[in-house]
């Protein structure tokens, strides 16, 4: 057993530094089979999942959670910059060095002399300053720089934000107007016309998430809590049909909608 590993055991508490040795140690030659293996590409879905967590406990608003679930996410955040660090790349402490910089440079009305006395001055210098320090010369730069990983949802209403923000803004009238002439032509589309199907679907997508911007809701948490009120009223559906000594698949679509009806008036 070496030294630092002995060092560990005997503490009763840690910090970040010791989180990184413990990830050195499990990907040392004499360490964990699976962690020494791992590289950027094959974890880069765990580092999602503990994302999500972290907002699961938050919409759970239960601290005890939250506290495991950022801790993951920090084992994720150690676990990259160790690879790096095996590399010659870069050490943890580059990494919180850069994110102290951009911190101390985006906040100037505190760190500096500029004047900001509201959130939205606040906002506006941050992308001002966002553009010079990441060489973005056009707003179509900005546009571009929206992750492509993101939730289609959630890159539509950024990407429909940042557009906003370069003048391209129609009022919700025109945006209804596009939703009406995009479910129209669906109804003209044939089933083996897959192209035009997913381009005027796409569209009522990319507006709907427009129109969640304008009214300062999020996309991404409208569709989820629609998805949650779903499965609660397929429940009750299904449970009214087992009542009565049915199965779902033996009715008809006209049948089992008579009951979703009725469950849920």
Not at 98 to 110: A, M, N, S, T
Not at 118 to 139: A, C, F, M, P, R
Not at 179 to 198: F, H, W
Request: charged fraction near 30%; charge should be negative.
């Amino acid at each position: 057993m070496s030294d630092k590993i002995k060092e560990l055991l005997a503490k009763d508490s840690f910090d970040i530094n010791d989180l990184a040795d413990i990830v050195v140690i499990l990907r040392s030659e004499n360490g964990c089979p699976w962690d020494k293996v791992q590289t950027h590409k094959s974890i880069k879905k765990d580092f999602l999942e503990e994302v999500y967590e972290v907002m699961e406990a938050i919409d759970c608003d239960s601290p005890e959670m939250m506290r495991e679930e950022l801790g993951d996410v920090l084992l994720q955040v150690v676990f990259h910059t160790v690879i790096e660090t095996e590399n010659n790349n870069f050490g943890l402490d580059d990494v919180i060095t850069d994110i102290c910089k951009k911190l101390i440079i985006r906040h100037p009305h505190v760190f500096g002399s500029v004047e900001a006395n509201n959130v939205e001055t606040v906002l506006k210098n941050w992308d001002t300053i966002k553009k010079e320090t990441k060489g973005q010369e056009t707003y179509t730069d900005t546009l571009k720089s929206v992750p492509k990983n993101f939730p289609a949802l959630m890159r539509a209403q950024k990407l429909s934000k940042r557009a906003a923000r370069a003048g391209l803004e129609y009022d919700n009238a025109h945006d209804i107007s596009t939703l009406e002439n995009a479910v129209k032509a669906l109804e003209n589309i044939t089933e083996s016309d897959k192209t035009e199907a997913a381009k005027q679907l796409g569209e009522i997508m990319f507006t709907c998430a427009s129109l969640a911007r304008k009214l300062d809701l999020d996309a991404e948490e409208v569709l989820t809590d629609t998805n949650n009120n779903y499965i609660e009223k397929f429940e009750k559906t299904e449970n009214a049909v087992r009542q009565n000594g049915q199965d779902m698949t033996a009715l008809s679509i006209d049948e089992l909608d008579a009951y979703w009806r009725k469950q849920n008036e």
